[in-house]
């Protein structure tokens, strides 16, 4: 055997082969620009976008000699987290290097499987009010709860027993006077009652002198323990209108909430909405001056574009704002003679993630979460599969 079909061979039972195929000189290391455009970008055009699909797997580019295998090494070097936008109430931040799939990934665990606390239980022990008790306590359900989760367990976890771990128990009494006007119910109203359930079970008969049986069994003050002293549980928006009581009526009940997760009912998915865009891309394919600028300028309705004076009154127009395009294809409409001018394309492997919470939890922490979820996922499917 020859001297380099010797080292050769030795290469590949090193396990490092492709690395030696990938060093010769006549083996091309990228893709011809055409190929390039395809695979990571998506083409907007006129009547549909094409190239959508994200190529993956390894022997995609075999013939060309480039290597496609997904790496460990070549993922951490180019996969970047760059926030954009962080209030109390939603974020926005780029996901640079990572598949159109793996933000879904996050974007489904978002809405439906971080856990948040919702009122699940209503004991209504005075209703006059023109709202009927289920629909008041479905109301009651959708009130966002300011309370960490993680810091409570799953009810069926207890079985039935309703305790200080797994149940936070509000109460609310609100009464309109008869000669007054008539008042409106705000989510204010819900007091964190801290030991428990104040109201006697209609079906226990207690004995004479002790303490009447409640819905819960606190052992302790939710208060009193450390995992809440830092913690105040309450209401995230205290003006949610609940009802409308006219003279003479009133509403009195306790509401009791638990641990849960939004594919058991949307009451506890802890984000008003979660969604990801490939970021936009506009390319112009041709100087467009004059007129034919200040009618490209006109023609989008995101003012992604600026009109650039570049002396003796030549103007030109450049991509001033990409970001904000909306890509309504509005630039590119109008004939051919458009979209020889102006490419839209999306950058496949840059996900814009927005989350909006609804208040249990900070965004920020929503989406680290998220990321605990999927990793536990992975760890499950890696044990099931050893």
Partial sequence: MPEGDVSMAEESNNGSGLDYIMSLEDVPSKLPPHLELFKTRVLCNNDAP?????????????TLGVDNSVRLDNFCENFKVEVKRLTDSDMEFDLIGIDPAIANAFRRILISEVPTMAIERVYIANNTSVVQDEVLSHRLGLVPIRADPRLFEYPENAGDDKNEKNTIVFKLHARCRV???RITVKSDKLKWLPNGSELPCEDVRSNAGSKPKTFTSFTCSQDSLPEFSGNSISVTYPDIILAKLGPGQEIELEAHAVKGI?????????????WYRMLPEVVLLEDVVDEVADELKNKCPANVFDIEDFGKGNRRATVARPRDCTLCRECIRGGKEWEDRVSLRRVKHHCIFTIESTGALPPEVLFTEAVKILEDKCERVITELS
């Fill in 50 to 62: 094409v190239h959508t699909e994200t190529i993956q797997y390894s022997g995609a580019y075999a």
């Fill in 179 to 181: 000669g007054q006007p």
């Fill in 262 to 274: 939004g594919r058991t009912h949307a009451k506890w998915s802890p984000v008003a909405t979660a």
